[in-house]
């Protein structure tokens, strides 16, 4: 018995289409009604003749279930089930059974619900159409023409057949809906289980594809920042456009399946409107110069600063067009226009406008340019990079902000996208704690540990931040993260996401509370750059998220923003522009004598030469502290200890373009490793005699550009400035946490000072300045003013 019932639950369940099981379902309770009734007809002597019909009925619908099962045929089952069942056999009950007086037209009834469950489309159509015609028809005849209707032998037998018809036929509605219901529910689990499926599918999809570019893009970095040739570095150039583009795709492609899979929702947070233009002017302004385009942008001047909103989807929505508007274009210009239609108490419409003068778009092709995977005149574009997929994106956006995208063209002369959001008006005050001027920092004294399960996303990280002269410690998982995190109690930690074993929010908790009250900044590293999970994240306590592939200058960002303020000396990018070509010709050409090449050294600071000042006075700084380690080390032969000076040598000669000392520390690097310590006992002379020729060099250019800065001090004298003016000039050094320029000042301060309490008061100052403690100086220098 209870295989029986297994093979008939296996029997039904077989089938996922929801109007299979729902035929499978009417076909068994069709049988059972059928029997039902025809022992009813017989037993009580209704009418034996339909008594045989309602067992040819269940005969038929056993010899269709077959069928159907064996053939798949399901569509000519469910024509045959109408046609012979309902319309033929149903007809001769009609007129057995007393016509309109008894239950057949229940019956009727039925076979039209069954048609509308089991037919789609045109056919539907016609099969309810053909039914209820030929039903009315049926009825209409029994009506005029009584003869034909066999009548009940009394009027207890109409009312019985009447209640026994409604009863089944209610039974048998009442089945097909709760098995119709229970195929819905299953298919709706199956639905969410897919959509999950496809959540968890994205998200893994995301980690795996991004990290290795986020290796790939990493140490092309690295090789176009070290490398000495420019052939190389043209090759590396192409290979970060080509990552770029890479990721640019997989981007579009991982948004276009979030927008399917779940609800996007916007997120509200202040934003720096004008930097988002900025930005997208100088990115698009270069790429339209690079395929000899001109890109032009047009603000109204009343639009505001700082707006409230989503700024990640609306930068997306605006670079899908105007990537699109670049890509289709081959000559002329793309023009990119924001405008001010209104503003209602704290909220303003924004109007956006992208138009070129590509070669535009057909008109039968504007309706289905908007649709995913479509791409216009296929024919003459398919040497164009793309999916089809950017517009169905920035539409889908778009909406989310209530929004559509509208959009005119003309074939062969260019088009025109345009759609109208709404912000809040945001206050300055929301982001000037977050505004970043696009330099750079150095933090020799910050300390950061790096938390990845995997080694290569380690290195890249590292590398990055090897211009930063930071101290980064690592740990390959959660476990050894919280024992080097007590060791080391580094001032930031960034926190790989997807670890295996422990993620990186439980492994953030549990910092926290060894952290206590402390709050050490904790960044989050992700490859999954779906919106929700930076929500997620911020809301489970990280201080930040970074995504992978790791972006330099959003790194720099995020760790100029939460390391602590005295650890950080900011560098302006435009600093090198106060100086001319001459000056830094002088620099070179007097550098040039100890072996230094200042354009070498240039090249790793952005041609900054107040930064490659500063990288300078480290150097010089900690070289006869490292030529004492060299001679400990050679002495007691600890190779392991010559290995990492000789690495740290090499990167710190690099820097400042010791060119002659780099090939050195790094030819004694590689012996060392190999045990050679013969070589590296012979050469270590040669190494020490080109290090203090580095010295010397870096020394004389540092004495000759602080007298070049010296005029601070020496122009407040010539214009018998009050000490106090000189000591607030050294104050807002010290405040900007600018150690070099505050000890210079304070050194002339010092010379030119007889008092000898003032002078005990600044060299305790400047020993606050050497141990990086600003806060203290800034104590004693602001009550020196008082």
Sequence with gaps: MKGLREKFWHYLKKDSAIDVTLFKVLGIAGIA?????????????????????????????????????????????????TVTIFIGLFTLLFFEMGGIDGSIPYFFAFSMVFSFLMFRGKLLIIM??????????????????????????????????????????????????????????????????????????????????????????????????????????????????????????????????????????????????????????????????????????????????????????????????????????????????????????????????????????EKSALKTIFSSFERADLTNNRNIEGTGLGLAI??????????????????????????????????????????????????????????????????????????????????????????????????????????????????????????????????VLTADVTSDKRELFMSKGFDGCLYKPIDWVELEKELSEHLPERLVTRIDSRAGAAYSKETIEEYAEMLRNYDISLTEGLKYVGGDLEQYARISGFFTDNADKGMENLDKFVETSSLQDLILLFHSLKGNARNVGATDLYHTARRLEARSRQGDMDYVSAAVKLAKLEWNRAKEGLVAFETDFG??????????????????????????????????????????????ETDGSTVSKLEEAKKYISEIEFEEAQKIIAGMIE
Excluded at 717 to 725: F, H, I, M, P, R
């Design 33 to 81: 009604v059928s029997i039902i009734a025809g022992v009813q007809s017989i037993v009580m002597g209704l009418s034996v003749a339909a008594g045989l019909i309602n067992f040819m009925a269940a005969f038929l619908s056993v010899l269709l279930l077959w069928y159907v099962d064996k053939t798949g045929k399901y569509v000519i089952g469910y024509i045959i089930t």
């Design 128 to 361: 309810e159409t053909v039914e209820t015609i030929y039903y009315v028809g049926v009825c209409y005849f029994a009506f005029v023409h009584p003869e034909y209707v066999t009548a009940y032998n009394s009027e207890k037998d109409m009312i019985l057949d009447r209640v026994s018809g409604f009863v089944l036929e209610g039974l048998g509605i009442g089945l097909i809906f709760m098995a119709y219901i229970a195929q819905y529910r299953k298919q709706k689990e199956i639905a969410e289980e897919a959509s999950n499926a496809k959540s968890r599918f994205l998200a893994n999809m995301s980690h795996e594809i991004r990290t290795p570019i986020n290796m790939m893009m990493g140490m092309n970095e690295m090789i176009f920042r070290e490398t000495e040739s420019e052939t190389i570095r043209e090759y590396s150039q192409n290979v970060e456009s080509a990552g770029k583009q890479l990721l640019f795709e997989i981007n579009q492609v991982l948004q276009f399946s979030r927008l399917n899979a779940v609800k996007e929702e916007l997120i509200n947070e202040p934003y720096d409107f004008s930097e988002m233009l900025n930005n997208l002017s100088a990115y698009f302004g270069k790429e339209a110069s690079n395929k000899g385009l001109e890109f032009l942008m047009e603000v109204d001047k009343d639009v505001p600063k700082v707006l409230k909103g989503d700024m990640r989807k609306l930068l997306q929505i605006i670079t899908n067009l105007l990537s699109n508007a670049l890509k289709y274009t081959k000559e002329g210009c793309v023009t990119f226009r924001v405008c001010n239609r209104g503003t209602a108490g704290d909220r303003i419409a924004l109007f956006f406008e992208v138009k070129d003068t590509g070669i535009g778009i």
């Design 394 to 523: 920035a539409e889908g956006l778009a909406e989310l902000f209530g929004s559509r995208i509208d959009v005119e063209s003309e074939y062969g002369k260019g088009s025109r996208f345009f759609f109208t959001v709404t912000q809040e008006i945001g206050d300055v005050s929301e982001v000037s704690g977050n505004e970043y001027g696009g330099g750079s920092f150095i933090a020799p004294d910050a300390k950061i540990l790096v938390v990845d399960d995997n080694r290569m996303n380690l290195s890249v990280v590292k590398s990055l931040l090897k211009k930063t002269f930071m101290h980064v410690v690592t740990a390959e998982n959660a476990e050894e993260s919280y024992k080097r995190f007590k060791e080391e109690k580094p001032d930031l930690v960034l926190m790989d996401y997807m670890m295996p074993g422990t993620d990186g929010i439980a492994a953030m908790e549990h910092i926290r509370e060894i952290d206590g009250d402390k709050h050490t900044p904790i960044l």
């Design 707 to 752: 007298v070049l800065e010296k005029s601070e001090v020496t122009s407040e004298k010539q214009g018998n400035l009050a000490v106090s003016d000189i000591l607030r000039k050294l104050l807002e050094h010290i405040e900007r946490n600018n150690r070099t320029d505050s000890v210079k000042l304070l050194d002339e301060l010092m010379a030119a």
